[in-house]
C-alpha cells in the first residue's frame, strides 16, 4: 500500500511558476507508475501527466504539454509536476496518484492510491 501526500500549491500570477511535490510513504514506490490530476469544483477530474515506474517516458494532455514537466525521484519517494506559464485555467485542486497498471491506465483515469489534494490557484 502506498500514502501519498502533496505539497507546494499557493495562489500564483498568470505566468508564474509553482513545483507541487507527492511524498510516498509505504514500500516499493518505484514499482508505481505515478500521475497527476487536477479537480475544479463542478467538473470531472483532469489527467494532467504521468511518469513511467523508472521516469524513462512521460504522458502529458495538449492542455499542459510544454508547460508541466513531471518526474520523479525513486531515492526521495517523491514525485513532483513543474508548471511553468501558469493560466487562469490551470486553477484547481491538484492530486497525485499511484497505479501498478500502466502509465495508460492513469491516462485513462485509473489509479490504485490518490492523494489529499493541494489548491492551485492562478489569478490575473
Not at 35 to 57: D, L, T, Y
Request: charged share 20%; proline share 2%; aromatic share 10%.
Amino acid at each position: 500500500q502506498v500514502q501519498l501526500v502533496e505539497s507546494g500549491g499557493g495562489s500564483v500570477q498568470a505566468g508564474g511558476s509553482l513545483r507541487l511535490s507527492c511524498a510516498a510513504s509505504g514500500r516499493d514506490f518505484s514499482l508505481y507508475n505515478m500521475g497527476w490530476f487536477r479537480q475544479v469544483p463542478g467538473k470531472e477530474r483532469e489527467f494532467v501527466a504521468a511518469i513511467h515506474q523508472n521516469g524513462a517516458s512521460t504522458i502529458y494532455p495538449d492542455s499542459v504539454k510544454g508547460r508541466f514537466t513531471i518526474s520523479r525521484d525513486n531515492a526521495k519517494n517523491t514525485l513532483y509536476l513543474q508548471m511553468m506559464n501558469l493560466m487562469l485555467e490551470d486553477t484547481a485542486v491538484y492530486y497525485c496518484a499511484a497505479t501498478k497498471e500502466t502509465a495508460w491506465a492513469l491516462r485513462a483515469g485509473r489509479a490504485d492510491y490518490w492523494g489529499e489534494g493541494t489548491q492551485v490557484t492562478v489569478s490575473s
